[in-house]
């Protein structure tokens, strides 16, 4: 199930398009695509986005386009690959540039998202280009599958919270298997698919767009790679919101820890809107679940059950949307009647999984990005010592999110580099950073500290008291606005103002 509970906006599963060719040679680049040559000079030959057969390409005036980036940055002048974009023109006279959106995961598909996403953004467009990309290893760029669709459905029955040796076996035994696979796949360029190498590819892709400044909204993950850019490149930071904010200063285990405190605090939420006590209605979902570890649910659809990773997997997705909490109390109604039906169908959602039995691939790309940027790999024995604590955090999520650490890297062939993300970014134009006290996978405490370690003066911290996974068009018109002011006319709101 990899880092499951992933940092994404989950705005649906879209059609993941092609791009159309555009220009580019070998040349300089070495800080990031800085100087004049032929990497910064490529120009983009924009066109018709085609469709795939994972979905139609998108209507309207929507573009598709490919910038050619080193393999290396530490060797501009080798190899390249090809990375995908996908913008829709400024509707205004006054433009200002472009907005480049990241949406999360890491893995999340820019060029497959921005289209549904265009209408929460539409204020935006007035003055910006919105444009978006599938970062390097993520779906049309270079896009990394490390298992097929009759291996992933297979790997289901694995149990994700092993209680015997033989059980702990299997589960390691399926991370190293899909890290196999994973290597298999990307070849050569799982050494180059970090947040770091991304980041310098947004500066050569700034360069090529023509903009003096760095216009960028990030969401989830995408806050994490809009740090990591605001600290290689802080005289290049223009417009800057980071919205969902991951935790700059948590490790592996951190964010895990994170995570579990999150979602049990939207589970608590949930159950104090249906009437109940969140202990008594938490004691209650864990026995559920206990019961399905012992006796998969049967479900209508063939040949499947309901485990109790599945069961999770269903858990958690309504969690990231008030909007969704009503299919969560039918879900768990009829699981309750020994019908697992419902909770699998939202698992399906979660997973990528279409009714023909197809898996999307951005747990691949998520797996492949952060093993190379988390250095830390959590033993089996230290994953053991860690469980209590992650129980006590959620009797629902702790076990999970606890084995998850032993589990995510486990067998990778490449080291990680960093403990933790640097995104210092002293000298950087403010940043405005929105967190959400109802964030289930980035919890709001995140959002504080990533403006601390951006820098005085640098990060700005806009509060939303509401639910759900971000807070930019979810519902408050208050941080609506802030945003909107902030990126449209540079007018953005005081540090620690709350929206409730």
């Not at 018709?48 to 390409?57: M, Q, V």
């Not at 209408?119 to 444009?131: F, G, K, N």
């Amino acid at each position: 199930m990899g880092r499951w509970l992933r940092w994404t906006a989950l705005a649906g599963v879209a059609a993941l398009l092609t791009a159309g060719c555009g220009g580019g040679s070998s040349g300089d680049g070495k800080d990031g695509g800085g100087g004049d040559g032929p990497l910064t000079a490529q120009r983009l030959d924009w066109g018709r986005c085609e469709a795939t057969s994972d979905g139609p390409a998108p209507g309207g005036d929507w573009q598709c386009a490919t910038l050619k980036v080193p393999l290396d940055w530490a060797d501009p002048d080798g190899e390249r690959i090809g990375l995908a974009l996908i913008r829709t023109k400024a509707r205004g006279e006054r433009r200002a540039g472009s907005l480049l959106f990241n949406f999360g995961g890491p893995g999340g598909s820019g060029v497959s998202m921005l289209p549904s996403y265009a209408d929460t953004a539409s204020s935006l467009r007035e003055r910006y280009d919105l444009v978006s990309w599938d970062p390097r290893g993520v779906a049309a760029s270079e896009g990394v599958r490390c298992r097929g669709d009759k291996e992933t459905q297979a790997a289901e029955s694995v149990d994700a919270t092993p209680d015997t040796p033989a059980e702990e076996r299997a589960y390691l035994k399926n991370a190293a298997d899909f890290a196999k696979g994973c290597e298999r796949s990307a070849g050569k360029l799982i050494a180059h698919v970090s947040t770091t190498d991304t980041a310098r590819d947004m500066d050569l892709l700034r360069q090529v767009l023509g903009d003096r400044r760095m216009h960028y909204f990030g969401i989830s993950y995408g806050t994490e790679l809009g740090g990591v850019y605001a600290h290689l490149f802080p005289k290049h930071v223009g417009r800057m919101v980071l919205d969902a904010v991951v935790d700059p200063t948590a490790d592996t285990i951190g964010h895990a820890e994170h995570q579990a405190r999150g979602f049990q605090r939207a589970l608590d939420d949930y159950l104090r809107s249906t009437g109940q006590d969140p202990e008594q209605g938490t004691r209650k979902i864990a026995g559920l679940l206990e019961r399905i570890d012992a006796e998969p649910l049967p479900t209508s659809s063939s040949g499947r059950e309901l485990t109790q990773t599945l069961a999770l997997t269903g858990l958690v997705l309504p969690l990231y949307s008030k909007a969704s909490w009503p299919a969560l109390t039918s879900a768990l109604e009829a699981a309750e009647d020994g019908d697992g039906s419902e909770l699998l169908a939202l698992a399906d959602g979660y997973n990528e999984r279409d009714p023909s039995g197809h898996y999307g691939t951005t747990t691949h790309s998520q797996r492949v990005i952060s093993c190379l940027d988390d250095k830390r790999r959590p033993t089996l024995e230290e994953t053991r010592r860690l469980l209590p604590e992650f129980e006590r955090i959620s009797p629902v999520f702790g076990a999970f999110l606890g084995w998850d650490t032993a589990g995510w890297c486990h067998g990778w062939p490449v080291p990680g580099q960093h403990e933790t993300p640097e995104v210092s970014a002293p000298g950087a134009a403010p940043v405005l950073v929105v967190g959400n006290t109802g964030d289930p996978a980035t919890p709001y405490e995140g959002a504080r500290r990533m403006a601390d370690e951006l820098g005085e003066d640098v990060g700005v911290v806009l509060t939303w008291k509401g639910e759900g996974h971000g807070a930019y068009g979810s519902g408050s018109d208050c941080v609506d606005s802030a945003v909107d002011a902030y990126l449209l006319d540079g007018t953005g709101p005081r540090d620690g103002t709350v929206c409730s």
